[in-house]
């Protein structure tokens, strides 16, 4: 009984601490607070650093990205956006000096304001690296969390930045969670950096921008909205981009992490950007399903413009006015959309037509991330006689493919048995294969069904068991070889399930006996020419 009670209480004491964590998960969530009316943003981009330093490609791109996102979808106003381009230190420090003056004023008379600064480009650990001249990391730190803003953030995209943060390291981990214990608040410093201190941050050519630049622009476009309530705070855009640079330097060379260093106080976590009401030239785009999405500019091989990964359905992401090429990648297949959108406009992909691609299409095209896919069949078949007075035989086929970018190659195991009985009736046998085949085929994708051509070479084994009669004959058994050409058709259904069915000339090779009066006088190498047909299942994986 005092048994029972306790474990009574303990379910009431779970389902209150359930019930709290809920009630403080919704108080979270209206407590957010979005950016003050009165934001100043300074972005950083400098492609040149110091003399001895590869020239960057993005890191301009970069920060014209994140100041045109902040602008649109953040609410910041153009005339309180600085963009400091190819500039020298000295630049830098007049104008965020400028800007700390300015909003010393503003913070006299009681107003809410906050400063971010954005910066992409060459650095180390110690310092910037500006066009030949350098700004020490502690300065840029102190001109920040000096400032008089009431909400102030930093975020540096730069090899080796985790200095400004004071984070030397951190333990590679599937995904990373912000613990609500260190939720960005109201009023303090938020710091960010897209790389440890000892690690480099990597650009990438193929989206046009450095991997954390770019997941931070998605970021807050919307891909890290993972409640769904339109607003991406600066915990779930930190979330989601430590994250996706996380998974994409993991096909690199080294891993890159993102770290975070955060001094403040008061209610509610800061709202950098919404997707609801954006202005000017912002479309919003709702996503079909949770995955992960690629879309490029107008064609399959358009610039990229997001790869994201959405973790609920019916996401939304906010994108430029034009035309796209969406990509989503599923379990089987790609889904391939081309979407229009107008400014103010949201399109849901769910009401769009699209293109099924499959991954193993994908291969052949050499497209995709993927460099093979694998599959297995099983097949029912009839092959042509290879022995005088023998039938056609059935045939049971277990095969297994891979598909490459330049072809497919498999392997399959074939068994067949059928009954045989001499031309004057008084000797029955039965005739036994086993069959070890490789193949080679080429394919040609077409938009119903996809072609194949190729050919197999198999190893067989043959065994004859005799029924006894008046006459007595020995068991035989052998070894062959068979060549033959495949032609193939494939029709695609559901979740890599398929149809085949296949057919060709074959030419076996195998050990025979010769019989003289009815009985075997000597073995001879024999040739036999036949057909081959079969159908059945496929399954790609």
């Known amino acids: 009984m005092k048994y029972v009670l306790a474990r009574n209480r303990v379910r009431r004491v779970l389902l209150g601490l359930r019930w709290f964590g809920i009630w403080c998960v919704l108080l979270y969530g209206v407590l957010a607070q979005a950016l003050p009316e009165e934001t100043w943003l300074v972005v950083i981009g400098n492609n040149r650093g110091n003399a001895d330093e590869v020239q960057l490609l993005y890191g301009e791109r970069d920060a014209r990205e994140f100041a045109e996102v902040l602008r649109t979808q953040g609410g910041v106003a153009s005339d309180r956006v600085r963009m400091l381009l190819d500039e020298h230190t000295e630049t830098v420090r007049r104008t965020l000096l400028g800007i700390n003056a300015a909003l010393r004023a503003r913070a006299a008379d009681g107003k809410n304001t906050a400063l971010v600064v954005f910066y992409s480009g060459h650095a180390d650990a110690e310092s910037l690296h500006l066009r030949g001249t350098r700004l020490p990391m502690e300065e840029l730190r102190a001109l920040v969390a000096g400032s008089a803003a009431t909400m102030r953030i930093l975020v540096v995209d730069a090899c080796r930045s985790g200095s400004v943060t004071r984070v030397k390291g951190m333990r590679s981990a599937p995904e990373f969670a912000i613990r609500i214990e260190d939720r960005v608040e109201a009023e303090g410093t938020a710091m960010i950096s897209s790389s440890t201190a000892g690690e480099s941050s990597q650009e990438s050519d193929r989206l046009r921008a450095s991997f954390f630049s770019h997941h931070l622009v998605n970021a807050l476009r919307g891909a890290a909205d993972r409640n769904g309530d339109g607003k991406v705070t600066l915990s779930e855009a930190y979330a989601y981009s430590y994250a996706q640079t996380l998974r994409s330097s993991g096909q690199t060379l080294s891993l890159q992490h993102p770290t975070y260093s955060y001094d403040v106080k008061g209610s509610g976590d800061l709202v950098l950007t919404t997707l609801s009401g954006a202005e000017q030239n912002i479309g919003r785009l709702r996503l079909s399903q949770a995955g992960t999405y690629l879309v490029t500019e107008e064609k399959e091989s358009g610039a990229v413009v997001a790869e994201l990964s959405t973790t609920h359905d019916r996401g939304v992401i906010a994108l430029p006015r034009g035309t796209y090429f969406i990509q989503r990648r599923g379990s089987h297949e790609y889904r391939e959309y081309l979407v229009t959108l107008l400014p103010g406009q949201e399109v849901d992909l769910d009401t769009q037509s699209f293109r099924s691609v499959r991954y193993d299409q994908l291969v052949r095209k050499r497209g995709g991330a993927r460099v093979s896919v694998h599959g297995v069949n099983l097949l029912a078949g009839a092959r042509g006689a290879l022995l005088m007075g023998e039938a056609p035989t059935a045939n049971a086929v277990l095969g297994y493919s891979a598909d490459l970018p330049w072809l497919t190659v498999g392997a399959r195991l074939r068994g067949s048995t059928a009954a045989l009985v001499s031309i004057d009736g008084g000797l029955s046998s039965r005739h036994y294969e086993l069959g070890l085949a490789l193949l080679l085929s080429r394919y040609v994708d077409l938009p119903w069904f996809s072609l194949a051509f190729g050919v197999a070479m198999e190893g067989t084994w043959y065994a004859q068991r005799f029924a006894p009669t008046l006459r007595t004959v020995t068991d035989r058994s052998s070894f062959g070889l068979g060549f033959s050409a495949l032609f193939a058709i494939e029709r695609q259904l559901v979740s890599g399930l398929g149809l085949r069915l296949e057919?060709?000339?074959?030419?076996?090779?195998?050990?025979?006996?010769?019989?003289?009066?009815?009985?075997?006088?000597?073995?001879?190498?024999?040739?036999?020419?036949?057909?081959?047909?079969a159908g059945g299942g496929v399954w790609r994986f």
């Open 503 to 533: 057919l060709g000339p074959v030419a076996s090779l195998f050990r025979g006996a010769n019989i003289m009066s009815g009985e075997e006088s000597a073995s001879t190498t024999r040739s036999v020419f036949t057909w081959w047909v």
